[in-house]
């Protein structure tokens, strides 16, 4: 088979796999005069090069191995063993704890270059654990019990536990495909000394600037809801998000922030829509790709974005954002995404010229993708 | 050919095949209140993720580059290029030099999660250098000369040498497989400011603790002896190893370190037995692996291992451990290893709350693993 | 196919294959007492391990991702997507900048075991960014915006900018490759607080130490002129570069530094031929591998190669070096070279322990190779 790149199998099961996938980025925001340095400006960036292999193992086991170079460092993506035979499946390594659909689905198919602030702002990120995963029909119920980022986990005192809970339901109705979801998440760091630091970057990843940031402020624990809802049809989609995090404080009041977003997209090209899969996302597969004389598939997105970390005496900050993007896929494993973002932000950690924390943005970005 | 991932073959003699392994540790140890502060708590790690290619090109050369990512950065492991016709064989590049059956057993094959304490104690490394290799039906000679690891060679004042040599006589009697072997190593660092320090964890290497330690002390060259000898006879084996490190330094005394160990374990399955080939152990395969309708592989272990770093006026610590392992192969390239110790240190590096430094210990561990 | 590895191709066009390369250096520095303390010792270094892939999609793309790990780190080299499906393509991604002919050759083909002084001096390095290249006939242009490489894209500050272009006219007159070229280069580093350094290692990269440097000078903007001239006649070859580097400052007076060389080489073995390939060296590959009986292919080259790092005021000091190199290729992919080197140095940056700043040194280096 070939899935970007060969997929080797034997008759009796084997199989293995190269994976990876390259985005150059150029982005830049434009904030008002002093907000953001000269920190903004027009850059280019690889978001993510991640090199890695997929392999099964007759048995009913199945390991991914993969790891993002982009920073001229090595980190650890998808790392896992899972064996199972029929509904459930049993996980053993570093996978993302059932976070939300937009950070579910994979960042090759997202809307946007850039997922939701609130996936970025409550520190979504791969975990090390044990998890299951259990599927029949229209229902997939994923839970699991993790430590930390494999890269947290280098630091000696770190003994952090999260347990994480979602459950789909993903109904297919004619031609039309429905997904409801609900997740719950809890966080222990098991640190008396813990620090936690909530903000995100204004939709562009080439700043580090995140114009809305609680600073640290210490976490007893953390406990989170995400609630998700989508639907493609035809070449429509919708989606919506809404996550409560909620910090469990030692001493002062315990804030709960908030983020959300709601979106609707159109596939332009005729015959073509949106993949979905497994609770997520999938592939925009052209029907008629520019190697079948066809311009190959093209999709165009709104959302409003909402991030709140104003909350408990905590004034992090508030953000808004309409969001479009343009996607083109000339073939499958392709794809060009244009993006353009309008921020409203209020309380803004990073202050204009004249010491002004509420102001408009703008942010830009450009992303050339393969993946294999 | 399939050796967990394709071996890809020509006729005129070309191969290729992608490497990797992947280790998720959960491990922890419990020490006398004090002893390792909060560090020892329960904890998950990637032991080892490496990925890499094996190659063969015509004309007898053969080569290798892996490395381990697992602390989300790139350590090389084995990068070499080998050439060689008949019984010798000549390699340029880093590999192990020639050290211990514990060392030369690949990680994936060790009766316990982790190695012999001395094994660590001493520095045993990878290095790059030029070596040969000559076999002559049970007779194994390596020898070699090396520079350093790697990662150490990046420091420009880095002109270590060593040499390394070995031999292995390795006769088998019917069925039953002998191992006696001998090592001999010296190394001078080259450098009138070099320092060592030898230490071990306690068989777990979540934390970054070691109960033995010497602290750093000048060096001024290392020589080392060590002796081997194995048994595998049917379901059981045995195997011990003795190992004098002498340390010369300028000033002081020139201590001598030693450590070793002595091991019996038994394969529970029936037709099942450990694996040997070219002086090391090899892989436990299950004659009824669980695609078979069988269980898999199951193996049991009990080691006793001393390490003994008080002499020449120097005290590191003494260090005697009770330790036991059940592995579970269901599949030939998956295993789960299970450990359990009981430490004995005495002049312990760390000291309990209330100063003591001779007290015991308990070490767990659980490693989930797979390769290709 | 099989190229060092297997090419993996289907019919419509799709390919995948691995790649990757070694080398391992053991080379020396000879210098007056005190010039360059202990480091330039005799010193073993993986000079680079390449691992990656090349990709073809169907419709005219293709893609790389390679880094070097050999540092015990990751650089990314080549990692791009390129599109065309004409004499036109377009290149998107982390390429060399158009620079050279010793640096657009591969390593693994230089002539040297390290390349022009020149080429080190000037900073020529991989850059992120969008390029074109034309080819007909014998007619190559290149051309292309960049940002800076990909490691110092990290920086949030970095927003340097580069317009860099090449001319390559390449006839072939019988049975003898020409090869005359320009290039032209213009870089901004958008920072009013830029600085640079332009120095070089005395052809050994085991050392860090840098007999000619400059030092740091603050930079407004470079422009780079480079010349080059090549031919390939049977066994014969010859080649030469000059290349003008001029700093503008923002205050002193703008020096212009120069460097280049001039090459032959004579390929021993009968039938056996330097190879050349789009704009730069190529393959040696015996015709007589030892496969074949043969004794593979036997190159020599000897090379004067010139550095002046003195104008406008600074003083950088003067560099000299004849060197000699024998190369060895038993087959194809593998590669064997032997470098001598003297070296003048005037106005040195590295004091003798006199104070001498004129002096000579000698350079030693054997690389052992393999790619695939």
Known sequence: GWKGAPEIRTADGWSFKPRGRMQVDLAAVDTPVGATDARGGLK???????????????????????????????????????YGTGPLSVTAGQIKPFW???????????????????????????????????RRGDLLLQAGVFGDNAGDLLDDSNNAVSLDGRVVWMPKLGDTQLHLAASGHWRDPND?????????????????VRLVDTGLIDVASERGIGLEGAVIAGPFHAAGEGYWHRVNRTGPADPT???????????????????????????????????????????VNARYDHLDLNDGGIVGGRQQAALISLVW???????????YGKLWVGDARVATATGDRDYTADTFGLRTQVDF
């Open 257 to 299: 922030f908030f983020g959300g977003y709601a979106e609707v997209g159109m596939v332009l090209t005729p015959g073509d829509r949106r993949g979905y899969k497994d609770g997520g996302f999938d592939r925009l597969k052209p029907t008629k790709p520019i190697t079948a004389g066809g311009v190959g598939a093209f999709e």
């Open 329 to 339: 896929a000339p073939v499958d494993y392709i794809r060009i995404n244009a993006n």
């Open 192 to 208: 008396p000394a813990a620090l936690g630091r909530y903000r995100a970057r204004p939709f562009a990843h080439t700043t580090d």
């Open 100 to 134: 939300s659909l937009d950070e579910m689905t994979s960042d090759l198919f997202t809307s946007f270059m850039e997922r939701a602030a609130f996936a970025q702002a409550f520190g979504f990120e791969r975990r090390v654990g044990l998890s299951a995963q259990y």
């Open 44 to 82: 280019t960036e690889f978001r993510r090069i991640y090199l890695g292999v997929d392999g099964k193992i007759p048995g009913g086991f199945a390991y991914r191995v993969e790891a993002d170079v982009a920073n001229n460092s090595v980190e650890l993506t998808d790392v896992y063993l899972t």
